[in-house]
Each structure stands twice: as structure tokens, then as C-alpha cells.
């Protein structure tokens, strides 16, 4: 009798799954339907690579270069991601290991401007960018994310769980702090930084809001912004903007087969 509740359970997640992973099918499929037929059934009757052919040929006619929209988000999600852990790292290291005047009310206020949304933000940060003439830059969309509160929090507290005795060791050996956080800590907590890393990376990836604002110009626009752009002026072009919709989401359905287990770990952390 225990396995019936199981059971139910078993299959209502399942359910629930399907329901999740459906419009994601559908685009896919889609996309490789002639535009007539997009609407017309599940399966397609015949596969095309029309769409795909438009992104990348076609759509640069239209002040639309998808492919380069591609490059500006995997350049800027890359550099980013990168800043913010060499960031997180050396300020974790900070607030963990080193005895300074103020430490814990830093990590305090580090703590604090984690309870407020980033869209809080967003005026102040654009005064400042228009200030320091970046608006319409890659630039603009680099800088205001290569520190992250988040990091620094989830670096400080991993790195406070390493023994003493491994960074004393390093120390009588001649290591100076910079060696102590390349080659002691970050190693030993090599799952924080997955974690930090592949998160930072999503977030930028699908950030839509913020290179709304800075970046006017098609040529730096990341792909989210374009494709938005794109489907606003020429939405009858149902086809390629499912090819663009399946182009911005594929990196992100690689990333989670290949690091599901690091997704995994992040959530356990993020629940304890």
C-alpha cells in the first residue's frame, strides 16, 4: 500500500514534465517547418533548413546579424563570468582569511544588498555608464556584473571551510596569498566555483532587461535583444524567429547535459 502514494507521485512528475519540456519540443520542431505549416500539426511534414538558411544569410539585409548577436553573447557571458570569479575569489579570500579592520561588516553589507532585487539598481547603474560615456559599448553590458554579491558570498563561506592547516603548510613552503587561492582553496572547493561559475554564466546569458536599456546598436546587441527586436518589427517571420529562439536557448540545454550534476549541487547548497 506504501508504493501506491509512490507511484502517484511518479506519475504526476512525470506529467508535470511533459507539460515542461513541450513548448521547448514544439519551437524545435517548428523551426524546421515550412511557415505555412508551423501551425498546422505537431510533426512536420517535411523538414526544412529555411529558417536556419535566413538567420544566417537573409536576416544581415534586415540590420539583424543573428550571428554576430550570437558571438556579443557568448564574448560577454564568457568575460563576465571569468570577472566574477577571479572577483568572488579574491575578496572571498579577503573576508575569509585575512584579519582586517571592518571584515564582518563588509560581509555583512555583502549579506544586506543580496535581499534587494537588481532591477533596484538599474537607474543608478545607467546614470553612471552614460556618466563614463559607455552607453551603446559592450562595455556597458561587462562592467556593472564583473563583481557579484553572490559569489562573494559563496566563495567566502567555502573557503572559511577549508582546514587551517593546508594554507599553514602552503605558508611554510613560501606560498604568498595569491598562490595560497590558485592552488589551495580554489582546488578544494572546485564545486563552489562550478556552482558560482555556470550560474553567473546563465544569468548573463538570458539577461534581458539591462542591454535593453544601454545598447541601441543591432551589431552589439546580444542575441536576447535581438531576437526580441526582430520578432517586434517582422513577426510575421514566424520561421526564423523560432530558428533564433532554438539558436538562444541551445547553449543553455548543452550546458545543463553536460553540468546536470553541478545544477544539482547548486540547488541542494541554495536549500540548506
Known amino acids: 500500500m506504501k508504493k501506491v502514494p509512490t507511484i502517484i507521485l511518479y506519475v504526476f512528475l512525470f506529467a508535470a514534465s511533459i507539460l515542461w519540456i513541450y513548448p521547448y519540443v514544439w519551437m524545435l520542431l517548428s523551426s524546421f517547418k515550412p511557415t ?29 546579424p543573428f550571428i554576430q548577436a550570437l558571438g556579443n553573447s557568448i564574448f560577454i557571458s564568457v568575460t563576465v563570468t571569468l570577472g566574477v570569479l577571479v572577483s568572488s ?22 549579506i544586506f544588498q543580496m535581499i534587494f532585487p537588481g532591477f533596484l539598481f538599474i537607474v543608478p547603474l545607467y546614470v553612471l555608464i552614460k556618466n563614463l560615456g559607455l552607453i551603446d559599448t559592450r562595455t556597458a553590458l561587462i562592467l556593472p556584473s564583473l563583481v557579484s554579491a553572490w559569489g562573494v558570498f559563496m566563495f567566502t563561506q567555502s573557503f572559511r571551510a577549508v582546514p587551517n592547516e593546508y594554507l599553514e603548510a602552503a605558508r611554510m613552503d613560501g606560498a604568498n596569498d595569491l598562490w595560497i587561492i590558485t592552488k589551495v582553496l580554489v582546488p578544494l572547493t572546485s564545486s563552489t566555483v562550478s556552482i558560482v561559475g555556470l550560474f553567473t554564466f546563465i544569468g548573463i546569458w538570458d539577461n534581458f532587461m539591462w542591454p535593453l536599456i544601454v545598447v541601441s546598436d543591432y551589431s552589439k546587441m546580444p542575441l536576447s535583444v535581438l531576437l526580441a527586436s526582430f520578432n517586434m518589427q517582422y513577426g510575421s517571420y514566424l520561421g526564423p524567429v523560432l530558428a533564433g529562439s532554438v539558436l538562444q536557448t541551445m547553449p543553455m540545454v548543452l550546458i545543463f547535459l553536460v553540468f546536470r550534476k553541478y545544477f544539482l549541487q547548486g540547488i541542494s547548497m541554495s536549500l540548506k
Open 89 to 110: 575569489a579574491l575578496v572571498g579570500f579577503a573576508l575569509s582569511r585575512l584579519n582586517f579592520k571592518g571584515r564582518n561588516a563588509i560581509f555583512n553589507f555583502i
Open 36 to 64: 505555412n505549416e508551423i501551425y498546422s500539426g505537431f510533426l512536420p511534414s517535411q523538414f526544412t533548413l529555411d529558417n536556419y538558411r535566413f538567420i544566417l544569410e537573409a536576416a544581415d539585409k534586415m540590420e539583424r
